[in-house]
């Protein structure tokens, strides 16, 4: 019998069919993957430069004690693509921009900083911005930053049904651009609050999507200070075979001629599945959840195996249900950053 957390993400993998079944993929991007297969890290992911041309917008919203700036810059993503390249700067300008919220008290800001990576589908960042965001910025006393991933929220192309459509596709030249591009924006803002902010400490949490580009962040040097990833990993080949909402990307996979061997081949090819940490164990937080059906107990487990074992807080329920044990999260993640030793 299903527990209540399967059961839920199990009715939003049905209830996913009439998102996602309006459309499929029909630019089969396979034949380009050549410049990502067998890359090196730093072909994947460059370092980035600090960025000059960093706008504060704001304050947008002023509550009791906190304020919320807007931040604004040029993306320092390149496609590798020759063919994406075109798209990128034509039909999907719109993600050459940046945006992050900033939220510090209203004395001005700390020397710590905590930035979040919201989940695929997002279109905005008031859910956030109004429940989990501040309950971070006064427990754990950080200042926070909410990044904008590609292809969601004000960065969507108006081609796109929905927010998030064009990140996470059968598409796969678009989808590895998305993924790279998202963690070079994150690192461009780690290097701005470190070079020009005098942040002394940077830690990055995520949701979902945005917890395994967290773990993809740990990979990566300079590295953040910490990791907390929530209910995420980077098995990402092996959640495209099982978890229900990513049903489209597999249907499109086959209709492209890639089954399931020929599928998990090509993912191990694209090195996220087999990324390793440069940060140590002990900076590290996981926080899965014990019936995730899309982010399975299992593959994580796997995962903190192969990267030697972190500090991981289990939380009851599935994927979707995961905020009815936000006060658990929290708790665990207070514990977590006060026992940090400074870097």
């Given at each position: 019998m299903l527990t209540f957390g399967e059961a839920i993400d199990r009715a939003v993998g049905i209830a996913s069919h009439l998102l996602h079944g309006i459309r499929g993929v029909h630019e089969d991007t396979v034949g380009d993957l050549g410049p990502y297969?067998?890359?090196?890290?730093?072909?994947?992911?460059?370092?980035?430069?600090?960025?000059?041309?960093?706008?504060?917008?704001?304050?947008?919203?002023?509550?009791?004690?906190?304020?919320?700036?807007?931040?604004?810059?040029?993306s320092q993503h390149v496609p590798l693509c020759p063919h994406y390249r075109t798209r990128h700067a034509g039909e999907y300008r719109l993600n050459?921009?940046?945006t992050a919220r900033w939220i510090h008290p209203r004395g001005g800001q700390r020397r710590q900083a905590l930035i979040y990576v919201h989940g695929w589908l997002e279109p905005g960042p008031w859910?956030?911005?109004?429940?989990?965001?501040?309950?971070?910025?006064?427990?754990?006393?950080v200042d926070v930053f909410h990044v904008q991933l590609p292809f969601h929220g004000s960065r969507n192309p108006k081609s796109a049904l929905f927010h998030g459509e064009f990140?996470?596709?059968?598409?796969?030249?678009?989808?590895?651009?998305?993924?790279?591009q998202s963690v070079i924006d994150v690192r461009t803002l780690m290097a701005w609050l470190r070079a020009t902010q005098g942040y002394e400490e940077i830690g990055v949490t995520g949701i979902s999507l945005g917890g395994g580009l967290t773990m993809a962040l740990a990979c990566v040097a300079p590295t953040p200070d910490y990791i907390m990833?929530?209910?995420?990993?980077l098995k990402l080949g092996e959640a495209v075979e099982e978890a229900p909402i990513l049903w489209r990307m597999r249907s499109d996979l086959e209709r492209f001629g890639l089954d399931r061997d020929k599928r998990r081949a090509l993912f191990r090819r694209l090195g996220l599945d087999t990324l390793l940490p440069r940060l140590a164990p002990e900076r590290q937080l996981w926080i899965p959840a014990t019936d995730d059906v899309y982010i399975t107990a299992a593959l994580v487990k796997q995962q903190w195996e192969e990267w030697g074992r972190p500090p991981i807080e289990w939380i009851?329920?599935?994927?979707?249900?995961?905020?009815l044990a936000l006060g658990q999260l929290l708790a665990r993640a207070r514990e977590f950053h006060r026992g940090l030793q400074p870097t």
């Open positions: 297969l067998d890359a090196p890290l730093e072909t994947l992911f460059p370092t980035p430069a600090v960025p000059r041309d960093v706008r504060r917008h704001g304050p947008r919203l002023a509550l009791g004690p906190r304020v919320t700036e807007t931040l604004r810059w040029t050459q921009r940046v859910v956030e911005e109004a429940v989990l965001l501040p309950r971070f910025h006064d427990e754990l006393g990140f996470w596709s059968a598409d796969l030249v678009r989808t590895m651009e998305a993924v790279r990833p929530i209910i995420g990993h009851p329920g599935g994927h979707m249900t995961f905020p």
